[in-house]
């Protein structure tokens, strides 16, 4: 039985991780993250970030102008 319970896997406490590999490990969970939010910030700041640069076009158009499709 002891045999059993050994090979079933090692304890969080008996894996060594080197310093490079929790490196590339933090540096993808970054990247992840960063990711997610930039995916984020983009989805729902496109449309403002178009209309605040119409607004502040010449010549200046009124806000009805700027969202009418014609």
């Known amino acids: 039985m002891a045999s059993a319970a050994a090979e079933k896997?090692?304890?969080p406490a008996?894996?060594?991780?080197?310093?490079?590999a929790t490196a590339a490990r933090?540096?993808?969970e970054w990247t992840t993250w960063a990711m997610k939010n930039a995916k984020v910030v983009a989805h729902y700041g496109f449309?403002?970030?178009v209309i605040l640069i119409g607004m502040?076009?010449?010549p200046k158009p009124r806000l009805a102008?700027?969202?009418?499709?014609i």
């Open 9 to 11: 896997g090692k304890a």
């Open 26 to 28: 933090l540096a993808a």
């Open 65 to 69: 102008q700027l969202l009418s499709p």
């Open 56 to 58: 502040n076009s010449e």
């Open 14 to 20: 008996d894996r060594e991780e080197t310093a490079a």
């Open 47 to 49: 449309i403002p970030l």
